[in-house]
């Protein structure tokens, strides 16, 4: 296992489409978190899900965003309607229980124009 | 809701030099995280505090958590070039990051 990975490492989208990014977590742990970081700033917790279980959404979280975990493996990370506010970099971090260290992803970067 | 605030926001020191970070919160902890951001990258795991007044230390590094566990430090001793980067505290089951403090060494 290499570790957390995320796909695509990239996004450029026109605002108003829709776009989805996967996370593929390391497979023995049951905790996958995703955040959005912008520049300066430190990862804003978005979700997270306990195996296939989404436990907690942020209630700063629009509608627009929605995530699956639908096998407790892999997730993704949909976001409805763009905007140029969306743009930001989405990580995927993934933890053995509460309070295992996390591990993150390289991050998904999208740019909506 | 939980906020945790990290100060300074930006330090730049010779290299050589020490360096501290302050991680609040305005609630009780039950542990605490501290990651690592080198430019471009993403955060790494740097290690966890669970104990009221405890003190890690990893080389270089020395981790503090308060007797309330409401605030933490970290402190560097003798910056390097490898040390710079920005440094999390993250408290609440992980879905609580500070805005983190960015480390620059000047060689």
């Known amino acids: 296992d290499t570790g957390v990975s995320q796909d695509p490492r990239h996004k450029i989208t026109k605002r108003g489409q829709n776009v989805t990014f996967r996370c593929d977590p390391i497979s023995e742990h049951n905790r996958l978190y995703w955040y959005r970081q912008t520049l300066g700033q430190g990862p804003e917790f978005l979700t997270y899900f306990q195996n296939e279980a989404q436990l907690e959404k942020s209630r700063l979280l629009s509608d627009r965003f929605s995530a699956e975990r639908p096998k407790g493996s892999f997730s993704t990370l949909e976001i409805q309607r763009t905007e140029q506010g969306d743009s930001a970099m989405y990580l995927c971090?993934?933890?053995?229980?509460?309070?295992?260290?996390?591990?993150f992803g390289q991050g998904t970067r999208l740019t909506v124009v | 809701g939980q906020q945790v605030m990290q100060i300074p926001q930006y330090q730049h020191v010779q290299e050589g030099e020490d360096f501290t970070t302050y991680c609040n919160s305005s609630?009780?902890?039950?542990?605490i995280q501290w990651y690592k951001q080198r430019p471009g990258g993403h955060p790494v795991f740097l290690i966890q505090l669970v104990k009221s007044g405890e003190v890690k230390k990893q080389k270089r590094l020395t981790f503090q958590f308060g007797e309330a566990k409401k605030n933490s430090s970290l402190h560097i001793t003798a910056t390097q070039t490898t040390d710079v980067g920005t440094y999390f505290c993250?408290?609440?089951?992980?879905?609580?990051f500070g805005d983190g403090t960015t480390l620059t060494v000047k060689p």
């Open positions: 971090a993934s933890s053995l229980g509460d309070w295992g260290e996390a591990f």
């Open positions: 993250a408290g609440a089951g992980k879905s609580t």
């Open positions: 609630t009780t902890l039950s542990n």
